[in-house]
């Protein structure tokens, strides 16, 4: 669906996989960290993506993930819109997938 309306998968030319700022986790840049937060994302002509990865040292459900989109054009739009009913499924197996890694 991605590719259909143009959207990049491909490892950019800056790619490293340092976990630093400038670094990639996958293909997702990342663009801030902190104690308790990280700040990842990717930027296309479509749509930019920021996806804010949280500990908030909550006894359960510590782990809060906030995704953020801004378009760039009809294309991002109509992308987001097909995918929007799958997102949440997306985000939760993915944090579900972090936590296996780490147990």
Known sequence: LAS???LKFEMPEDYND???VGGYVSFFKIFAISEK???L???DS???FRAVVANDDSETYN???V???EYNNKLG???MTLIKPFHRLVVKRLVRNAYKQLS
């Open 63 to 65: 782990i809060k993930v």
């Open 77 to 79: 739009k109509i992308y």
């Open 46 to 48: 479509h749509l930019n």
């Open 37 to 39: 937060e990280i700040v």
């Open 67 to 69: 995704t953020l989109v």
């Open 4 to 6: 259909l309306v143009g």
């Open 18 to 20: 340092e976990f630093e």
């Open 41 to 43: 994302g990717a930027n």
